[in-house]
């Protein structure tokens, strides 16, 4: 059963996490821009995001019991031990005869999960506006193919979100299979990752 399928929930979220990232953006982009004003960088402010949302997503796996391996011990799926993660990766994706190199921002290895041995991709995304998101639709969608391509149907694909993301796309992102959480609501992973039979300390907003 996919995370947020509740159509219901969608637009609290979204006012959410546009609050969350107008906040971050509040406190810390001025201070990006100074730091990063001589770089050529096509956006700063979404990197520095996704540094943190990377943060956050690490502290919550930690908290959670996991522990951070090397990306070498990771580049076998079925020799990583349960509860485990590593970040970053780098993983060849697509069918054999024609795969590629693609950059994986966190693979995860459940403490428990109904599917022994299944592996989870999560990948971290932020957003300053809906463009962004129409661009990233299929991008998505076709890393996701390529993932069950060259690992099978058992592997997992989650995006974690903070900032705009309308219902188009969370609504063609959940059509084509792929599932995710907001960084405002991490305990959500709890289900996937840890086990509804267990009890989970309180979520926190950072």
């Not at 509740?6 to 821009?33: G, V």
């Not at 799926?77 to 795969?99: N, R």
């Not at 590629?100 to 300053?128: A, M, Y």
Request: with cysteine.
């Amino acid at each position: 059963m996919p995370i947020n399928s509740d159509m219901h929930l969608w637009k609290a979220d979204i006012a959410q996490s546009i609050d969350f990232y107008n906040d971050w953006f509040l406190r810390f982009a001025p201070a990006t821009y100074r730091k990063q004003r001589f770089l050529r960088t096509n956006d700063p402010l979404l990197s520095e995001l996704e540094k943190k949302q990377l943060a956050a997503l690490k502290r919550w796996l930690l908290r959670h019991g996991y522990n951070q391996i090397a990306s070498d011990e990771a580049d076998n799926f079925s020799a990583m031990p349960p509860g485990t993660f590593t970040i970053p990766i780098t993983l060849s994706v697509g069918k054999k005869q024609i795969s590629v190199k693609t950059p994986i921002d966190c693979l995860v290895k459940p403490l428990r999960t109904s599917k022994p041995g299944r592996p989870f991709v999560i990948e971290i995304k932020s957003s300053g506006n809906a463009t962004t998101t129409t661009i990233w639709r299929r991008k998505e969608a076709r890393k996701f193919t390529q993932l069950k391509d060259c690992y099978g149907e058992n592997i997992g694909f989650i995006l974690l979100f903070c900032g705009y993301f309308d219902p188009g796309y969370l609504g063609y992102v959940g059509a084509e299979g792929i599932d995710w959480v907001w960084e405002h609501r991490l305990g959500d992973l709890s289900g996937l990752l840890v086990g509804d039979n267990i009890k989970q300390p309180t979520s926190k907003k950072r």
